[in-house]
């Protein structure tokens, strides 16, 4: 699989969008939740600064974010977004490759995760977790 190439938005460390992700990190502590999938364009503008048709934003409890938009979109996305980590996806089927390697990176321990359209559970490992377990394993 190839290296996935992230871009930087231009709204990074911007207080108003850094204070929205202290809101929202708290709400989703409350929650339970480890991580909430946005998919409505006014829910990602509110939170990263770039809502559009077609793309979506990942947020972490901890306030890392992922925003996924057609390639051919990345670089207007770059001007508008307080995201760290901004790829682009070919198409739909390249979409869900994304939001896999995305889940596959943040490696969150059987996480539970609420998208803007609905509950959905993402069972994943954790690195250090499965760290752990292989070495116990071994004993």
Known sequence: ?????????????SQTFS????????????????AILLTKPQNIAYLVGDGRLCAFATISKVGVTYVGVPKTDVEDVKK?????????????????????????????????????RGPLTCILKHRGERSERSARARR
């Open 1 to 13: 699989m190839a290296e996935t190439t992230y871009h930087v938005g231009s709204l990074v460390g």
């Open 19 to 34: 204070e929205r992700m202290r809101r929202v990190g708290g709400l989703m502590e409350t929650a339970g939740l480890d």
């Open 80 to 116: 508008y977004c307080a995201s760290d980590h901004i790829l682009g996806f070919e198409d739909e089927v390249g979409m869900l490759h994304s939001l896999m390697h995305i889940w596959k990176e943040w490696c969150a321990s059987e996480s539970r995760l609420r998208s803007s």
